[in-house]
Nanobody, 126 residues
Framework: QVQLLESGGGSVQAGGSLRLSCVASGYTYSSDCRGWFRQAPGKEREGVALIHTNSGNTYYADSVKGRFTISQDHAKNTVYLQMNSLKPEDTAMYYC???????????????????WGQGTQVTVSS
């Protein structure tokens, strides 16, 4: 059974940093897209940052470019999201997603993700 377990959320002041982690277990995919989505109350879910586990290519939403960095540790089967210069508008529930098979080694939020975590809350105060 595939499980994605997020950790690292919390409350910070604007300008602060957090690092989210997503550990995968029971995972059978050797080459897929993994990454992070977020959803704030009353808003649609947004793809934040994605990484292709084989090619290493990354995708970032325009709203987080230059502030967030996605990375992976194959040995630990873990994907990270380093979030710097956080803003109040980054406040949301952050979800880890995985299991999206794509050709060409590039990931986009529109592809189908087969596995989702339970989410971790990030709150940024002004």
């Amino acid at each position: 059974q595939v499980q994605l377990l997020e950790s690292g959320g919390g409350s910070v002041q604007a300008g602060g940093s957090l690092r989210l982690s997503c550990v995968a277990s029971g995972y059978t995919y050797s080459s897929d897209c993994r990454g992070w989505f977020r959803q704030a109350p009353g808003k649609e879910r947004e793809g934040v940052a994605l990484i292709h586990t084989n090619s290493g290519n990354t995708y970032y939403a325009d709203s987080v470019k230059g502030r967030f960095t996605i990375s992976q540790d194959h040995a630990k089967n873990t994907v990270y999201l380093q979030m710097n210069s956080l803003k109040p508008e980054d406040t949301a529930m952050y979800y880890c997603a995985g299991g999206a098979r794509v050709s060409g080694g590039y990931c986009f939020p529109e592809v189908w993700f087969g596995a989702w975590g339970q989410g971790t809350q990030v709150t940024v105060s002004s």
